[in-house]
């Protein structure tokens, strides 16, 4: 019926990988920071994540803070009002969506306070570097993504594709990135 990762809220530098199939997951209290992938879903697979109280997924060089690459799906949800997830992109990498010079899948977040901060020349939510957006809708939440470098609040990173963007709820922030050189 599905998997719980709790956490008491302390950071740690153990990671999530999801290899492949369908998947019901939640977190609980997850606090994430490595030089790897916090959270990794691999093309070909969809999860359903469900979330519960506090969570922080801070990726190290090249990976996206919640890494969706072109040919996987994530649907985000909550298990009560003011769960959250904070996702941070490593270097040229997404906060959620497409790692290093990688594209983003398929992402619908449905629910939660959910921000997401791109790496350098990277989206909040969507591609990496010279790298396209996917396939991106929110239909309820708080979301806030804000691009590094020059990328994309949402969408694409810098010089890819914005891929396609659909907002029908929730309320949303969109920050593009600053040029810094």
């Known amino acids: 019926t599905g998997h719980t990762i ?7 530098g153990n990671t999530i990988t ?21 959270f990794s879903i691999a093309n070909g697979a969809d999860v359903k ?15 996206a ?4 690459p072109n040919g996987a799906t994530l649907t985000i949800t909550e298990t009560s ?4 997830l904070e ?21 619908t977040i449905k629910g939660g306070v959910v921000t997401a901060t791109g790496g350098d020349w990277s989206a909040g939510i969507g591609g990496s570097i010279n790298s396209s957006g996917g396939t991106i809708t929110i239909e309820g939440g708080t979301v806030t993504a804000t691009g590094g470098g020059r990328g994309a609040g949402i969408g694409g990173g810098d010089g890819g594709s914005g891929g396609t963007i659909t907002i029908s709820g929730g309320t949303v922030t969109a920050i593009g990135g600053g040029s810094t050189g």
């Not at 994540?49 to 990976?63: A, E, P, V």
């Not at 009002?81 to 959250?84: L, V």
Request: hydrophobic residues 20%; negative net charge; glycine residues 24%.
């Open 81 to 84: 009002d003011g769960s959250r």
């Open 18 to 38: 999801v290899t492949g199939g369908t998947h019901n997951i939640t977190i609980e209290n997850v606090n994430i920071s490595t030089g790897d992938c916090a």
């Open 6 to 12: 709790t956490g008491t809220g302390v950071e740690t």
């Open 65 to 68: 803070g919640l890494q969706v």
């Open 49 to 63: 994540l469900t979330l519960s109280g506090t969570n922080t997924l801070k990726s190290g060089s090249r990976c």
């Open 87 to 107: 996702a941070t992109g490593g270097y040229y990498s997404a906060g959620i969506g497409g790692g290093y010079y990688s594209g983003c899948g398929n992402i």
